[in-house]
């Protein structure tokens, strides 16, 4: 079940779990975010879902438990989920060069994986992301060797979209 109207943490839409048996409801999801859509896949016994939680609407899933993972890493958005019996893919319907389409997506097995590094001054911190890509760097305005700014123009040449949160204090 989705909550869709008021009645979320904060008025925002989650997902819940509701027993036939005792009627009784367990929240799935939660948190200031929107979850829609929800579709039961019973091939991965997971429902997919489409949610906000990342500033730009992917593909989610969550168990029975409540163990949710982020299924697509797509810089845009999809909607409406839909997954194909016996077919690892699943089709969204997302919008594209100023219209709305349907898409078949496979889950990207590589946003499972939650993937972070630290680095002590500006200068490691560009070779590690030179290495691998982030879709966020929080990141000091004084560092030793590499002040942040300069630091935040050259990660801005490499990758212009990426989000970045600078600090200092």
Do not use: C, K
């Given at each position: 079940?989705?909550?869709?109207?008021?009645?979320?943490?904060h008025a925002a839409p989650n997902l819940y779990r509701v027993s036939l048996a005792d009627r009784h409801i367990t929240p799935l999801t939660s948190g200031r975010w929107i979850d829609e859509s929800p579709r039961w896949?019973?091939?991965e016994g997971r429902v997919?879902?489409?949610?906000?939680?990342?500033?730009?609407?992917?593909?989610?899933?969550?168990?029975?438990?409540?163990?949710?993972?982020?299924?697509?890493t797509l810089d845009g958005g999809v909607f409406d989920p839909v997954p194909i019996p016996g077919?690892?893919?699943?089709?969204?319907?997302?919008?594209?060069?100023?219209?709305?389409?349907?898409?078949?997506?496979?889950?990207?097995?590589?946003?499972?994986?939650?993937?972070y590094a630290l680095a002590r001054n500006g200068n490691e911190g560009l070779a590690k992301f030179r290495g691998?890509?982030?879709?966020?760097?929080?990141?000091?305005?004084?560092?030793?060797?590499?002040e942040g700014i300069e630091?935040?123009?050259?990660?801005?040449?490499?990758?212009?979209?990426?989000r970045i949160i600078a600090m200092s204090g």
């Open positions: 079940s989705s909550d869709r109207a008021h009645g979320g943490e896949d019973p091939d997919l879902f489409a949610s906000d939680r990342d500033g730009t609407f992917n593909l989610y899933s969550v168990d029975t438990l409540g163990n949710a993972r982020r299924e697509t077919d690892h893919r699943v089709l969204v319907s997302g919008f594209e060069n100023f219209s709305w389409s349907i898409f078949m997506l496979a889950p990207d097995s590589a946003a499972h994986i939650e993937t691998e890509a982030f879709d966020l760097v929080l990141t000091d305005i004084l560092m030793p060797e590499r630091t935040i123009r050259e990660l801005r040449q490499l990758a212009p979209r990426v």
